[in-house]
C-alpha cells in the first residue's frame, strides 16, 4: 500500500470519528446507550475488516497501516472495541472461521472449571461487545456476551466487565489457528492508550494558555510549564513505543515489540493523567468536563492485559535469555525492520 | 511537534558500517577493563583517537575536502552508538568531532577550516568549549570575558570554567562579550578559536567527587589574539552558540552513558541462578525506555540528515535519556543490595558506584534538565 493511500485511510478514519464519535456519543453509549448506529457507521466504513485479507473481502491492511485508526480509536474515546473487532476478524478470516456481525472484545485470559464454567475476567468493552476471543488451551474461543453473566469491574461509565458463562455455549466458535491473544490486545490498548494521550496533552495545552490566575495564563507559570513538558515526553515516547510495536507490513503482533511498548505506555499512564489532571485543576474531575473521559480510558488500558510489571518482566527475561553481549545489539534485533510475513495461516 | 518524530530505519549502506566498528573495537578495547569502559565518553585516550582518525571515523559526516568522510548523519549514529556501548575511551576527539569541526565549517573563513578540520580529522587536534563562567551558568549570555579590539587582533581577559579536558586540548572555542555590557544580553557576544598555547594562558583542572580529572578552570591574562581568531561574524556569538548546543545535543551520547554497566550487571544477573523477578523486571523496564529512545533518536537522526534542525525535539530525548541513565545506577544499586548474602563482584560495586556518583551531571552538561524543559515549553507555544 503506498502512502498516499495509508494517508486516505487514517484520514477517513479520522473524519469518520470526528463526526460520529463525539463526546456527546460516547457519553451516551457509556450509560447504557444503543451503540448501533455508531456500529452500523463503522462497519459500512469497512474499518471492521481492515486488517481482513483482500481475498476474504477485506482491506488487507498490516498492523503497521491499521495503527492509525487504533491510535484514532484513542483519541476519540471509541466507546467499542473496533480496534479489538478488527484484530480479531483479521485473525478469524485468516482462520477460515466465517466471520460473525458486531462487536468483538478480547479477553486477557479465560478458565474453564472442572464442572464445565466458563469466565474472563476485566474484559475491556465487555459491556457493548457481541463476542469475546478468549484463549483455552490451545484453541481459540469465540464465546457469545448475550449468554454471560457480566459484572462490571470498572467505575461510573466504564463498559469493562467479567464474563462468565455457567457452560460452554451452543454457539461458541472453536479454531486451534494459532493467535497471540494477550499480545493482540496489549498491542490494541497500548496503541489506544497513545492516542488517548495525544488528546490528554491537547486539552491539557489549550487549558494552561487559557486559564488565568495571578493575572496571567497558567502556562507561564514554569512549574506548570515543566510538568507539561514532562507530559510531552511520554506522549511522544508512546507513540514511538506503538509505531515500534506495530512496524513491520505483517499481520501478527510480536510480543516483545508489545511488551516493550505496553511497559513503557504503562509506565506513562499515571504520570500522563495525574498532570492532566493537576493542570486542569477542579475543572477536571467532573463528569461534566470532558477530560475523564479520557483519563479513565487510560487507567482501564493500562490495567488490561498486562500492567508495566507483567510485560517488564517478559522484557527482561527475553534480554536474559538473548545471545547478545551488548544490549544495543539486543534493542536491534528486538526493533529492526521485520521481513512481510503476508497473510499467515 | 509530537507527532513529527515518525518511525525511522537506518539505510542500509549506513548499518553496514557496524560490523567494520565492532571488529575494530573488540581489538582496539582487548585491554580495558570494563570498569575503566563505564567511563563513557568522558574516557580520554589519545592515541586511541589517533587510531579512529586512521580508519576514517573521525568527523565522518564532514566534507572529504577537509579530511571528513563525507557520510551521512545516519553513518555518524551507527559509529557513535557502537563506540559507546562498547564504552570506548572517546572523550580526546569528542568535543572537536561533535560540535568544533561542524561550527568551524558552518561559519569559518576558508582558511580557518583548512587550518582545522583536517587535523579535527586525523585525531591530532583536540577542542574544549568555553561557555560557562563562575558566573554565567545556565544564564550563558551574561558572560563576562571579554576581547576588546587591539592593533592586529584582540585582547582577552577573563576567566572560564568548567571547562573539559582544557588541560589536555589544543584548542578552546570560547563565547565572550566584545560589545557592550552583560545587560545587553544576547547582543555583543563573539565566538573566538584560541590556542591554549599562548601567553597569559593559565589552565588547572579541577578534580572531581570521583577523583578524576576532566574539566578545568581556565584564566585569561591579556591574552593576544591574532585576528583571524575570530569565528564567524562579531556580534553572532549568540547565534553562533545555539547552533553550537544544538549539535551537542542531538546525538546518542545523552542515552548510553550507563550502557556499559548495565551490560555488566546482566553479564552478572546471568551468573545467577534465575528467579529474581525484581531484577528481570528492572531490567526489561531500562531496556523498553532505551528501545524508544534510540527509535526517537535515529528518528532526530533522520531530521538531521535531511537538514533541518530538530531542537525541540532534541531536548525533549535528552531530557528523557539522562533520567534513564541516572535512574540505571540507582535502580541497579538497589537491587544488588536485595540480597545482602550475595557478593557481587568488586569491579561491579566499584562500577555501579562510580556511575551513580557521577550520574549528577548527566543532567548538568549541556544544559541543565529545567533549561531544557523550558526550551521544550517555548517549543509547545507556552510562555
Ligand atoms: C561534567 C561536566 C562537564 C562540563 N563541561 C563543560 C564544558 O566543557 N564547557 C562549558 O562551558 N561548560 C561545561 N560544563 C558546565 C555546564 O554547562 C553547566 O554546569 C550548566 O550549564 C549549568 O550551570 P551551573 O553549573 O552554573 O548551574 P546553575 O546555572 O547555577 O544552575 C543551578 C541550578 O539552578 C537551576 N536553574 C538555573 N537557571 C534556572 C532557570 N532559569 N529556571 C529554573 N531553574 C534554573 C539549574 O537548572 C540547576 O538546577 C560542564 C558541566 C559538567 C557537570
Known amino acids: 500500500m503506498s502512502e498516499s493511500t495509508d494517508d486516505l485511510f487514517a484520514d477517513s478514519v479520522e473524519r469518520l470519528l470526528r463526526d460520529q464519535c463525539t463526546p456527546a456519543v460516547v457519553r451516551a453509549i457509556e450509560a447504557g446507550g444503543d451503540p448501533a448506529s455508531l456500529w452500523n457507521a463503522l462497519s459500512e466504513a469497512g474499518f471492521c475488516d481492515a486488517l481482513v485479507p483482500e481475498e476474504h473481502d477485506g482491506a488487507g491492511l498490516g498492523l503497521a497501516e491499521a495503527l492509525p485508526m487504533f491510535v484514532a480509536c484513542g483519541r476519540y474515546a471509541m466507546p467499542l472495541p473496533l ?70 469491574t470498572g467505575i461510573h461509565g466504564s463498559l469493562a466487565a467479567d464474563l462468565s458463562w455457567p457452560t460452554v455455549p451452543a454457539s461458541t466458535l472453536k479454531t486451534s489457528a494459532p493467535f497471540d491473544a494477550l499480545a493482540a490486545g496489549a498491542l490494541v490498548s497500548a496503541a489506544q492508550s497513545s492516542g488517548t494521550m495525544a488528546r490528554i496533552f491537547d486539552l491539557t495545552l489549550a487549558h494552561a494558555n487559557r486559564r488565568v490566575q495571578f493575572g496571567k495564563p497558567i502556562g507561564k507559570f514554569q512549574a506548570i510549564q515543566h510538568q507539561i513538558s514532562v507530559m510531552a515526553e511520554h506522549v511522544a515516547a508512546a507513540r514511538m513505543a506503538v509505531e515500534l510495536a506495530a512496524s513491520g507490513l505483517g499481520f501478527d503482533p510480536d510480543p516483545l515489540r508489545v511488551a516493550i511498548a505496553k511497559g513503557r505506555i504503562g509506565e506513562a499512564i499515571p504520570t500522563v493523567a495525574a498532570i492532566a489532571h493537576a493542570v486542569h485543576g ?64 | ?73 545516519f553513518a555518524r549514529f551507527v559509529l557513535v552508538e557502537e563506540l559507546l556501548a562498547a564504552g570506548a575511551p572517546v572523550s580526546a576527539h569528542w ?78 572555542i ?20 584560541i590556542d591554549l598555547s599562548l601567553p597569559g594562558i593559565t589552565i588547572r583542572p579541577i578534580e572531581d567527587l570521583t577523583g578524576d580529572r576532566h574539566f578545568c578552570e581556565v584564566f585569561f591574562d591579556d591574552v593576544a589574539l ?26 546518542p551520547e545523552r542515552l548510553y552513558s550507563s550502557i556499559v554497566l548495565l551490560d555488566a550487571w546482566v553479564e552478572w544477573l546471568r551468573s545467577q541462578t534465575p528467579g529474581d523477578t525484581e531484577s528481570l523486571r528492572l531490567l526489561g523496564r531500562l531496556c523498553s525506555h532505551l528501545a524508544v529512545l534510540r527509535a526517537l533518536s535515529v528518528s532526530i537522526t533522520g531530521k538531521l540528515s535531511r537538514g533541518e534542525s530538530p531542537v525541540v525535539e532534541a531536548a525533549l530525548v535528552k531530557d ?64
Open chain 1, 83 to 152: 480496534a479489538q473487532t478488527a484484530m480479531v476478524r483479521g485473525y478469524l478470516a485468516r482462520a477460515g472461521v466465517p466471520l460473525p456481525d458486531g462487536p468483538i472484545a478480547i479477553a486477557p485470559a479465560a478458565t474453564v472449571a472442572s464442572n464445565g464454567a466458563v469466565s474472563c475476567h476485566h474484559v475491556p468493552g465487555a459491556l457493548v461487545a457481541h463476542w469475546v476471543l478468549a484463549a483455552v488451551g490451545n484453541e481459540h474461543w469465540l464465546l457469545p456476551v448475550a449468554d454471560a453473566l457480566r459484572t462490571s
Open chain 1, 282 to 345: 477542579a475543572i477536571g474531575i467532573t463528569a461534566e468536563f470532558d477530560l475523564q473521559l479520557y483519563t479513565r480510558r487510560l487507567h482501564e488500558w493500562r490495567r488490561a492485559y498486562g500492567s508495566e510489571a507483567y510485560w517488564y518482566e517478559r522484557v527482561g527475561r527475553a534480554r536474559l535469555a538473548s545471545d547478545a553481549t551488548l544490549t544495543v545489539d539486543f534493542l536491534r534485533s528486538a526493533t529492526a525492520a521485520r521481513p512481510t510475513t503476508g497473510t499467515a495461516s
Open chain 2, 1 to 73: 511537534m509530537i507527532d513529527a518524530l515518525p518511525l525511522t530505519a537506518i539505510p542500509p549502506e549506513d548499518e553496514a558500517l557496524r560490523d567494520d566498528v565492532k571488529r575494530f573495537l573488540v581489538e582496539a578495547l582487548a585491554d580495558i577493563p570494563a570498569e575503566v569502559r563505564a567511563h563513557s565518553w568522558t574516557g580520554f585516550d589519545a592515541a586511541f583517537s589517533r587510531r579512529l582518525g586512521e580508519q576514517g571515523w573521525l568527523g565522518i559526516t564532514l566534507p572529504p575536502a577537509y579530511g571528513g568522510g563525507g557520510r551521512s548523519a
Open chain 2, 95 to 172: 568535543i572537536a568531532d561533535r560540535q568544533s569541526a561542524p561550527l568551524i565549517l558552518k561559519y569559518g573563513t576558508e582558511a580557518q577550516k583548512r587550518q582545522h578540520v583536517p587535523p579535527i580529522c586525523r585525531g591530532e587536534s583536540f577542542f574544549c568549549i568555553g561557555m560557562s563562567e563562575p558566573g554565567s551558568g545556565s544564564d550563558l549570555a551574561s558572560v563576562r570575558t571579554r576581547a576588546t579590539r587591539m592593533d592586529g587582533g584582540w585582547k582577552l581577559s577573563g576567566q572560564k570554567i568548567w571547562t573539559t579536558n582544557a588541560y589536555r586540548s589544543h584548542f578552546m
Open chain 2, 174 to 193: 570560547a563565547l565572550v562579550r566584545t560589545s557592550g555590557t552583560a545587560e545587553d544580553r544576547h547582543a555583543g557576544l563573539s565566538q573566538f578559536i
Open chain 2, 226 to 251: 591574532a585576528d583571524d581568531a575570530l569565528i564567524g561574524a562579531e556580534g553572532e556569538g549568540w547565534a553562533q552558540v545555539t547552533a553550537e548546543l544544538a549539535f551537542e545535543r542531538s546525538g
Open chain 2, 320 to 383: 528523557m535519556g539522562t533520567e534513564i541513565e541516572q535512574l540505571t545506577a540507582t535502580l541497579i544499586t538497589d537491587m544488588l543490595g536485595r540480597h545482602p548474602d550475595v557478593s557481587p563482584p568488586p569491579a561491579l560495586e566499584r562500577m555501579v558506584n562510580y556511575v551513580t556518583q557521577i550520574s549528577p551531571s548527566f543532567s548538568l552538561r549541556g544544559g541543565t534538565r529545567e533549561i531544557l524543559r523550558s526550551m521544550i515549553a517555548r517549543g509547545l507555544g507556552l510562555r
